[in-house]
T-cell receptor, first 116, second 114 residues
C-alpha cells in the first residue's frame, strides 16, 4: 500500500530564511508520481509540482526547489529566502498509476509559518 | 476555463438532516475524487470515480455516506443522516491523464453539523 509521511507537523521561520519541508513515501510500484500542493489560509489547494518516478532530476522554480531521491524514497521541498506569503500548509502526495485510473494519497501536511 | 465547481461553499445543518454536496469537474476530465479534510485526520480520500464508475470507495466512513456520478459532468456526495463528527471541509477534485495526472481541486464545501 502507498503511504506518504511528512514528519514535520509545524515549522516556523523568520522571513528570508531558507526552509526545507521533508516528504518520505512508500510504494511498491515502479511507476508513480509525486506532488506538492500548497494550501494557503484561504483554503484552496494549489498545485506546485509533479514528478514521475523515472525523472530524478532536481527542479528549481524561482525560490522553490525540489530534491527527489529514489534511494531514500524522499521528495523534499526547499523554499529559499522565505516570505510571509509562503505561510501555508504544504502537502506532499503520491499517485500510483494503475491502468484503470489514478488515486492520490496525501501526507498529513506541514504547516509553515513565516514570521516578518 | 472554469475550474472544478463545488456547491454549496458553506453548509450548516442540524444533526439527523440529509446533506448533499455537489461537484462539477473540469470538462474532459475522466477521474473525480472526493476528499474530506479535518484537523485531526488531514486530507482523506473518500471515493474516486474513473469514467463515471466508482473505483475505490474504501475511504467512505460508513453507510451514511454515499456518492454518485450519473454523468461525466456531475457528482454528488450525500450524508444521511448527518452527525456532528461529519463536520469538515469536503473537497472535490478532477484529473485527466492528458493533464500530467495532477489534481485540480474545487474550493471545497465547509460543512458544519450542529
Amino acid at each position: 500500500a502507498q503511504k506518504v509521511t511528512q514528519a514535520q507537523t509545524e515549522i516556523s521561520v523568520v522571513e528570508k530564511e531558507d526552509v526545507t519541508l521533508d516528504c518520505v513515501y512508500e510504494t511498491r510500484d515502479t511507476t508513480y508520481y509525486l506532488f506538492w500542493y500548497k494550501q494557503p489560509p484561504s483554503g484552496e489547494l494549489v498545485f506546485l509540482i509533479r514528478r514521475n518516478s523515472f525523472d530524478e532530476q532536481n527542479e528549481i522554480s524561482g525560490r522553490y526547489s525540489w530534491n527527489f531521491q529514489k534511494s531514500t524514497s524522499s521528495f523534499n521541498f526547499t523554499i529559499t529566502a522565505s516570505q510571509v506569503v509562503d505561510s501555508a500548509v504544504y502537502f506532499c502526495a503520491l499517485s500510483e498509476d494503475p491502468n484503470y485510473g489514478q488515486n492520490f494519497v496525501f501526507g498529513p501536511g506541514t504547516r509553515l509559518s513565516v514570521l516578518p | 476555463d472554469a475550474g472544478v465547481i463545488q456547491s454549496p461553499r458553506h453548509e450548516v445543518t442540524e444533526m439527523g438532516q440529509e446533506v448533499t454536496l455537489r461537484c462539477k469537474p473540469i470538462s474532459g476530465h475522466n477521474s473525480l475524487f472526493w476528499y474530506r479534510q479535518t484537523m485531526m485526520r488531514g486530507l482523506e480520500l473518500l471515493i474516486y470515480f474513473n469514467n463515471n464508475v466508482p473505483i475505490d470507495d474504501s475511504g467512505m466512513p460508513e453507510d451514511r455516506f454515499s456518492a454518485k456520478m450519473p454523468n461525466a459532468s456531475f457528482s454528488t456526495l450525500k450524508i444521511q443522516p448527518s452527525e456532528p463528527r461529519d463536520s469538515a471541509v469536503y473537497f472535490c477534485a478532477s484529473s485527466n491523464r492528458a493533464t500530467n495526472e495532477k489534481l485540480f481541486f474545487g474550493s471545497g464545501t465547509q460543512l458544519s453539523v450542529l
